[in-house]
């Protein structure tokens, strides 16, 4: 069984910092490429930001060049550091993977964390 789990949300002020993390547990047989996707009140599910396996990375045009993501494969973990936090930011913040359970599993399937709620006040 997969879990991804969560953490870093919490209350900000504009202009803050913070780093989200998400861990990958349970049946691995290969993590593909990991993200970072935020829903805000009544709004979409958008993209923040991607990583592939080797690295790459794409962010929203929003979050370019004040989101870093990045991911730690030995840990099987993947971050976002947010800087320059605006109260647009405001939403919970999913974390998402590609994974291989087993090497039975000839495909990567999408996987989902709980959602972790970030807040910025102006």
């Known amino acids: 069984q997969v879990q991804l789990v969560e953490s870093g949300g919490g209350l900000v002020q504009a202009g803050g910092s913070l780093r989200l993390s998400c861990v990958v547990s349970g049946s691995i047989f290969s993590i593909n490429d990991t993200g970072w996707y935020r829903q805000a009140p009544g709004q979409q599910r958008e993209l923040v930001a991607t990583?592939?396996?080797?690295?790459?990375?794409n962010y929203a045009d929003s979050v370019k060049g004040r989101f870093t993501i990045s991911r730690d494969s030995a840990k099987n973990a993947v971050y976002l550091q947010m800087n320059s936090l605006k109260p647009e930011d405001t939403a919970v913040y999913y974390c998402n993977a590609k994974i291989r359970a087993s090497i039975l599993h000839r495909v990567y399937s999408d996987y989902w964390g709980q959602g972790t709620q970030v807040t910025v006040s102006s």
């Open positions: 990583i592939t396996s080797g690295g790459s990375t």
